[in-house]
């Protein structure tokens, strides 16, 4: 029921764009993405519920392919203050409004000069 | 607005010792979820409260438990320590989920939780 992320890490340069995916072997409700730096707690980036809708923030942006059961985060022109490690978490058909994010392993993404 | 605060910030405990931990959501937000974070099995669900109440609950040892009160704080309990609840422990806030939404959640720093 875990989704998979792929790649388990990246390294680029200041300037190079990034995807990251997020596949589930279950249909999905919604996909949760977030950034963790070392030390810190994670933070929200973004939802992307079922539809196939593609949501953007800067030069950040996602999409979600319903038919693949696959959301995918794009970093455009990535910056030093995006490496971090990047979780999906998904969110499986609810029951009773409860809510529970089932993450991936993460992605390690390294920004260097 | 005040982010979701958690205390103790880091905790260390002996095994077969038991532990509480506690969680003030972001103000009006009424859920609250738990989650284990290990280098080893990620980021793990432990259990959701919305209205003083449990609505979800994930794969863990009953061990864990939980409680929310009236104003929405949070607390979580470990009994019977063991090497392996060691881990970083993770509070998460929303507002408001109906049947069939969803909700953004937001992350509190953390418990950093060592057991000898």
């Known amino acids: 029921q875990q989704p998979v992320q792929s790649p388990q890490a990246v390294i680029l340069r200041e300037g190079e764009d990034a995807v990251i995916n997020c596949s589930s072997s279950?249909?999905?409700?919604?996909v949760h993405w977030y950034r963790q730096k070392h030390g810190e707690a994670p933070v929200f980036l973004m939802i992307?519920?079922?539809?196939?809708e593609q949501k953007g923030h800067e030069k950040i942006s996602a999409s979600f392919n319903e038919k693949k059961q696959q959301s995918s985060l794009y970093l455009t022109a990535s910056q030093l203050s995006y490496s971090g490690t990047y979780f999906c978490?998904?969110?499986?058909?609810?029951?009773?409004?409860?809510?529970?994010?089932?993450f991936g392993q993460g992605t390690r993404l390294t920004i260097n000069p | 607005k005040a982010g979701v605060t958690q205390t103790p910030r880091y905790l260390i405990k002996t095994r077969g010792q038991q532990v509480t931990l506690s969680c003030s959501p972001i103000?009006?937000?009424?859920?609250v979820s738990w989650y284990q974070q290990t280098p080893g099995q990620g980021l793990q669900f432990l259990f959701e409260?919305?209205?003083?109440?449990?609505?979800n609950k994930g794969n863990f040892p009953g061990r864990f438990s939980g409680r929310q009160f009236s104003n929405s704080r949070s607390e979580m309990n470990v009994s019977t320590l063991e090497l392996g609840d060691s881990a970083l422990y993770l509070c998460?806030?929303?507002?408001?989920?109906?049947?069939?939404?969803?909700?953004?959640?937001?992350f509190g720093p953390g418990t950093r939780l060592t057991v000898l």
């Open positions: 998460a806030s929303s507002f408001y989920r109906l049947a069939g939404g969803t909700d953004t959640q937001y």
């Open positions: 279950k249909a999905l409700y919604s």
């Open positions: 992307l519920l079922k539809g196939g």
């Open positions: 978490g998904t969110e499986y058909p609810p029951t009773q409004g409860a809510q529970k994010l089932v």
């Open positions: 103000s009006g937000h009424r859920s």
């Open positions: 409260y919305f209205s003083e109440t449990q609505r």
